[in-house]
């Protein structure tokens, strides 16, 4: 829901002046100074708007503001510029009212910014889309490119406008922008060839000088120093805050914007050129021959760089500086002009041409701006126009703007009386005639047809004979000697005769907003406004076009003997439109107020602000729009604001609101003089009334607010109750339901207990039952199954028997069968079947014996044992048979792949078996072990190569063996190298040859059948080698030594097979002593090693482990 608020919400002073209590001319400025203070630059006076310029940016023209304010109603929020321009907006598209803001007050109040931010405003919340977008980019950029034409800075503001301008804004039905109209009314031209102190020239010429690029002012034969340039003060060229080089691009971009073509702009520039060249032409005296005074331009350069620009022949523009040419009827009269008078010429000329150029300008604006539609338009009109001016020197610009502030004024005073009487007429109430300052009378002194001070002067300046500004004062104390406003010091009116004050060359006007000085001096010249003809034709003469079309008096087919219209005249005439054209329109008021002097923020000088409200007549305003009634208000607003200070309002009133009003009126006893009811709205006489129904509304909201409060309270209290009531019955509901589940779980505990002992109870005295039944039961059974088995018995006996009987008839009488079957049949059977039959048999199983062998045959493996199980008996010797074969078969293949040292390595093993097997037990250890022969590598190893250089023959073993000491049995290492003749003893660290034997001396080698590696190699007796007796030796090796030793004994032709003796004792002949060497088993306790003790001389006994 929208929250309505008021103005009255929040007030700093009071937002509306109307309601300034007491109203007095120190409260009006207190109240302003209050809200300047508190940044509130925007205060009412009814509808209208007193804007004080703050001097600084405030943050209250956010797109958050102009939202804020979007139809809103005026008086809903804190005053505001946007107040006022959504008012109008809405009146002009809702109620189809053309709508005026008009916006006044002084230079540097904020004329200028204000439009702007009304425009902005409008643009901001009318429709959108490409077009109007478009439109609304073009009229807010017709203010840069008129603004850098047209302000200059001045003492009072750095940003003046030099121009008055009225814009019409044109909008549809549905309130989109179309188009705009800009009228502008007389530019300060004289700014253009002199400038106050502390002044400076139009913005335009300081922006082209400081911003257009080199080329630019090359082509436009400028030079960027300001020095240069007669026309430009120096003192103040430079503004601070203003950067002139970027505001010459955005005016160009503005220009761009607006539709100005490329070369239009160039022409533009070109003339800009052209006037600040002409200020530096100069002229010197000639005196000729005649004795007259004659002028000379100075310097060439400037005059010909400008002609050149222009497109002008320079000796024409030459000539017009030096003659004079007047023409009547039908006779030319040409005269020389002196150099004071060239200099007036130029001078004359250089405002014209800018005044002209600035005139173009609007002009060209308004072609692009003008609505393209010809369909009815709604208007908008907002008005800057220059503020009162009240200098010291005051002269002929000041009379002119000053005459327009009067008649806004006038105007100003009659809309709002109307307004406010139309308003009475609207609402049904009786109006009362208002007192108030009329300055109509002013308006008529200045501006009366026939002694008007304008029409005076236009007298003056068309009388001919000698017209001076003297002569024109002198009319005027003549003819407005006796008007209350106006004084001299030598006109009629004696109450003035004595006022020393009063300079002679002056006359004073006491305007409405004050009394005003005029200095006379200029004001016929300026009033005439002469541009010799000399001058406009040369122009004319331009081969330029712009020029040639802003003097198209100097066109001399359309020579036009008849005097233009004087200055003032013409600012009548456009005055006079202007009235017409506001009056016929629904005004909105901008006051525009400076808060001081020095452009600072923060700062509010009392005497300053003071004057301006004297001067913009705000009091008066203040008292117009509270001479009937201060203050009104719509039924329905004013009903929803003040119900609750009455309990039949309060808080609901059904009937309609202005009944409601009433009755709240007379509970409330407010005096009927002071409040009138409308139509639509209530009027209340006095401020005092409204704020004591203010007051009240404010008490009220209080209590309002305490009951608010209370209730809101109560509620909360109530409800947080309610909740702990709730949750206390939610806690008790589960402490019960624990309670009870707790009970219920005990009650069922204990129930289980006295059940399961029931129950058990029970299904003992059942199963005792059962068992008992059971017991019979089983005892009937085993009766029964007795009887049973005994009566079956029975019957299988006696069934058997039978059976016996049946069989034994079946057999006998089978038997009987065959035996007459055979004696019948056995002859056939002996003779040819019997034969047949038997051979057919034999030969299927025979053949069914081979095929099974087939696909049964074992692998080729030699050791492959098995060997397929025959089918019959009377196979038993066939199987056998070609077991055998296919095993020697398989044994043959097997040998046919091996390769002749295979081949050895296998014979020797054989030769092995052949020896050993079954009758040594270290032989089986020795079958996988492969018979290496060159266990030292002898040849390879360096260490043994003496020892192999000792031996000439092939080594066909070399192992380290231990050689038996015969005196305490002991060992000691030694090499043992085998060669083909004979066996070598070596000691195995040096090794040195300790015996070499020849294998021929060897007659037998002795071993034991047990796992010891003991053989004692036994010397033939008488031979060289016997002499030290023989060796018994040791070795893991044994089996592959006495192998070898066996085959070179079998394939050596010279000598017999070496005999091995396999025993467990054994004689061996030690030099002279035969010892016997006996081998016993031990236990394998007493070690794993095989021992050797000497016993006695004649006995060694090795002990050798059993295996576990
Ligand atoms: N509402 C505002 N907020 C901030 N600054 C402002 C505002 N109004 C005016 N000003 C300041 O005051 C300066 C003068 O304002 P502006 O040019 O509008 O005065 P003016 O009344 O148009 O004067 P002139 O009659 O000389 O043209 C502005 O340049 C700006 O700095
Ligand atoms: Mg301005």
């Known amino acids: 829901m929208e929250v309505k608020t008021s103005l009255l919400d929040n007030m700093i002073g009071v937002g509306d002046m109307v309601l300034l209590e007491p109203l007095s001319e120190d409260s009006f400025l207190d109240n302003l100074k209050k809200r300047f203070d508190h940044s509130e630059i925007y205060t009412y006076i009814g509808s209208v708007v007193i804007s004080m310029n703050p001097y600084r940016s405030l943050p209250i023209y956010t797109p958050e503001k102009v939202e804020e304010y979007r139809n809103r109603n005026f008086y809903e929020l804190s005053p505001h510029i946007y107040a006022l321009a959504d008012e109008a907006y809405r009146s002009l598209r809702d109620q189809d009212k053309d709508q005026c803001i008009l916006i006044t007050g002084e230079s540097g109040a904020g004329k200028t910014e204000a439009s702007k931010l009304v425009m902005s405003y409008v643009a901001a919340v009318c429709g959108k889309g490409h077009e109007v977008n478009k439109v609304k980019e073009q009229l807010l950029q017709s203010n840069p490119v008129l603004e850098a034409f047209g302000n200059a800075k001045t003492v009072r503001n750095d940003n003046s406008s030099r121009f008055g301008k009225y814009m019409d804004i044109e909008f549809d039905f549905k309130g989109d922008p179309l188009g705009g109209v800009i009228s502008n009314y007389l530019l300060e031209k004289s700014r253009v060839v002199k400038q106050p102190r502390g002044e400076r020239n139009f913005h335009v010429f300081y922006q082209l000088l400081s911003g257009a690029s080199d080329d630019t002012l090359r082509k436009l034969k400028l030079d960027r120093d300001f020095s240069k340039y007669n026309y430009l003060s120096l003192d103040s060229a430079a503004v601070n805050g203003l950067d002139d080089a970027a505001n010459f691009r955005t005016v160009r971009n503005a220009m761009q914007i607006v539709g100005f073509m490329e070369d239009e702009v160039q022409s533009v520039l070109e003339l800009v050129a052209a006037v600040l060249k002409l200020g530096n032409i100069e002229f010197k005296p000639e005196s000729r021959c005649n004795g007259t005074d004659e002028s000379r331009v100075k310097d060439k350069n400037d005059l010909k760089e400008m002609c050149e620009l222009l497109g002008i022949e320079q000796s024409v523009l030459e000539r017009a500086f030096s003659y004079r040419t007047v023409e009547a009827k039908m006779e030319k009269v040409s005269t020389t002009l002196n150099v004071a008078q060239a200099y007036y010429?130029?001078?004359?000329?250089?405002?014209?041409?800018?005044?002209?150029?600035?005139?173009?300008?609007?002009?060209?604006?308004?072609?692009?701006?003008?609505?393209?539609?010809?369909?009815?338009?709604?208007?908008?009109?907002?008005?800057?126009?220059?503020?009162?001016?009240?200098?010291?020197?005051?002269?002929?610009?000041?009379?002119?703007?000053?005459?327009?502030?009067?008649?806004?004024?006038?105007?100003?005073?009659?809309?709002?009386?109307?307004?406010?009487?139309?308003?009475?007429?609207?609402?049904?109430?009786?109006w009362t005639n208002i007192e108030y300052f009329n300055n109509a009378i002013i308006c008529d002194l200045i501006e009366n047809n026939q002694n008007g001070i304008l029409a005076m002067l236009d007298e003056e300046c068309l009388r001919p004979g000698t017209v001076t500004d003297e002569t024109f004062l002198d009319k005027l104390n003549t003819i407005c000697a006796d008007h209350q406003h106006f004084e001299s010091r030598l006109n009629k009116n004696s109450k003035f005769l004595n006022d020393h004050s009063l300079p002679h060359n002056c006359f004073r006007i006491q305007h409405y907003a004050g009394k005003v000085l005029y200095r006379v001096e200029g004001f016929v010249d300026k009033n005439n406004d002469l541009l010799y003809r000399d001058l406009s034709q040369a122009m004319y003469k331009a081969n330029h076009s712009l020029i040639k079309q802003l003097f198209p008096e100097g066109n001399p087919a359309k020579v036009n003997l008849k005097r233009p219209p004087t200055a003032g005249?013409?600012?009548?005439?456009?005055?006079?439109?202007?009235?017409?054209?506001?009056?016929?329109?629904?005004?909105?008021?901008?006051?525009?107020?400076?808060?001081?002097?020095?452009?600072?923020?923060?700062?509010?000088?009392?005497?300053?602000?003071?004057?301006?409200?004297?001067?913009?007549?705000?009091?008066?305003?203040?008292?117009?729009?509270?001479?009937?009634?201060?203050?009104?208000?719509?039924?329905?607003?004013?009903?929803?604001?003040?119900?609750?200070?009455?309990?039949?309002?309060?808080?609901?009133?059904?009937?309609?609101?202005?009944?409601?009003?009433?009755?709240?009126?007379?509970?409330?006893?407010?005096?009927?003089?002071?409040?009138?009811?409308?139509?639509?709205?209530?009027?209340?006489?006095?401020?005092?009334?409204?704020?004591?129904?203010?007051?009240?509304?404010?008490?009220?909201?209080?209590?309002?607010?305490?009951?608010?409060?209370?209730?809101?309270?109560?509620?909360?209290?109530?409800?947080?109750?309610?909740?702990?009531?709730?949750?206390?019955?939610?806690?008790?509901?589960?402490?019960?339901?624990?309670?009870?589940?707790?009970?219920?779980?005990?009650?069922?505990?204990?129930?289980?207990?006295?059940?399961?002992?029931?129950?058990?109870?029970?299904?003992?005295?059942?199963?005792?039952?059962?068992?008992?039944?059971?017991?019979?039961?089983?005892?009937?059974?085993?009766?029964?199954?007795?009887?049973?088995?005994?009566?079956?018995?029975?019957?299988?006996?006696?069934?058997?028997?039978?059976?016996?009987?049946?069989?034994?008839?079946?057999?006998?009488?089978?038997?009987?069968?065959?035996?007459?079957?055979?004696?019948?049949?056995?002859?056939?059977?002996?003779?040819?079947?019997?034969?047949?039959?038997?051979?057919?048999?034999?030969?299927?199983?025979?053949?069914?014996?081979f095929l099974g062998l087939k696909s049964n045959m074992p692998s080729m493996s030699p050791i492959d044992k098995k060997w397929p199980a025959r089918p019959y008996g009377f196979l038993d010797g066939v199987h056998t048979e070609l077991r055998k074969i296919f095993h020697h078969w398989r044994c043959k293949k097997y040998r046919d792949q091996f390769t002749e040292e295979k081949k050895a390595v296998y014979e020797e093993k054989l030769e092995a078996s052949e020896i050993f097997k079954g009758k040594k037990a270290l032989y089986p250890s020795s079958v996988s072990q492969p018979f290496k022969g060159d266990y030292l590598e002898i040849s390879k190893n360096p260490k043994y190569q003496k020892l192999n250089s000792a031996v000439d023959e092939k080594v066909l073993l070399a192992d380290v063996v231990n050689k038996i000491n015969r005196a305490n049995g002991k060992g000691t290492p030694r090499i043992f190298l085998l060669t083909k003749k004979n066996f070598v003893l070596a000691d195995q660290k040096t090794g040195q040859v300790k015996a070499s034997i020849p294998l021929p001396d060897v007659t037998s080698v002795s071993v034991s059948t047990q796992k010891d590696g003991f053989f004692a190699l036994k010397l033939k007796e008488g031979s060289a080698s016997a002499v030290k007796g023989d060796f018994l030796l040791s070795s893991e090796h044994l089996i592959e030594i006495i192998t070898k030793l066996h085959r070179i004994g079998a394939t050596a032709a010279d000598r017999e097979k070496l005999k091995v003796d396999i025993s467990d004792e054994f004689l061996v002949q030690f030099k002279q002593d035969k010892v016997c060497v006996k081998f016993i088993q031990s236990s394998p306790k007493n070690g794993n090693s095989v021992s050797c003790k000497r016993k006695n001389n004649r006995l060694l006994e090795v002990s050798v482990p059993t295996s576990p």
């Open 569 to 849: 005249f013409q600012f009548r005439a456009s005055v006079g439109t202007l009235m017409r054209n506001l009056q016929t329109k629904n005004p909105n008021y901008i006051r525009c107020i400076k808060p001081n002097d020095k452009k600072a923020s923060h700062i509010f000088t009392d005497s300053l602000v003071c004057h301006q409200v004297r001067y913009l007549g705000l009091m008066e305003n203040v008292r117009v729009r509270r001479a009937g009634y201060a203050f009104r208000q719509p039924y329905e607003p004013c009903l929803e604001r003040y119900k609750m200070l009455c309990k039949r309002t309060w808080p609901h009133w059904k009937g309609p609101a202005r009944e409601g009003v009433e009755v709240l009126m007379a509970d409330l006893q407010i005096p009927a003089e002071e409040i009138a009811y409308g139509r639509s709205k209530i009027f209340i006489r006095n401020p005092r009334t409204l704020f004591f129904l203010e007051e009240k509304r404010k008490q009220c909201l209080q209590d309002l607010a305490t009951l608010i409060q209370k209730i809101y309270r109560g509620w909360k209290c109530r409800t947080h109750f309610l909740l702990m009531k709730k949750s206390q019955i939610v806690v008790a509901a589960w402490y019960r339901r624990y309670a009870q589940q707790k009970k219920y779980r005990n009650i069922k505990s204990a129930t289980t207990v006295v059940q399961s002992y029931t129950r058990g109870w029970q299904a003992r005295k059942l199963l005792r039952e059962l068992k008992y039944q059971k017991r019979c039961e089983e005892a009937v059974t085993t009766i029964a199954a007795f009887w049973h088995g005994t009566q079956a018995r029975r019957e299988l006996r006696q069934l058997k028997e039978e059976a016996r009987n049946k069989h034994a008839v079946s057999v006998i009488w089978a038997g009987w069968q065959g035996t007459k079957v055979r004696r019948e049949y056995r002859k056939f059977f002996r003779a040819n079947a019997g034969k047949k039959i038997y051979d057919f048999t034999i030969q299927r199983i025979i053949q069914k014996y």
């Open 345 to 430: 010429a130029r001078d004359a000329l250089a405002k014209n041409l800018y005044s002209r150029l600035f005139s173009w300008l609007v002009t060209r604006i308004n072609e692009s701006i003008q609505a393209q539609t010809k369909a009815r338009h709604k208007v908008m009109g907002v008005l800057d126009i220059y503020g009162f001016e009240i200098f010291e020197d005051n002269s002929f610009e000041q009379f002119i703007i000053n005459y327009c502030n009067e008649k806004l004024q006038q105007i100003f005073i009659e809309l709002t009386l109307r307004e406010e009487q139309e308003e009475y007429v609207r609402e049904g109430i009786e």
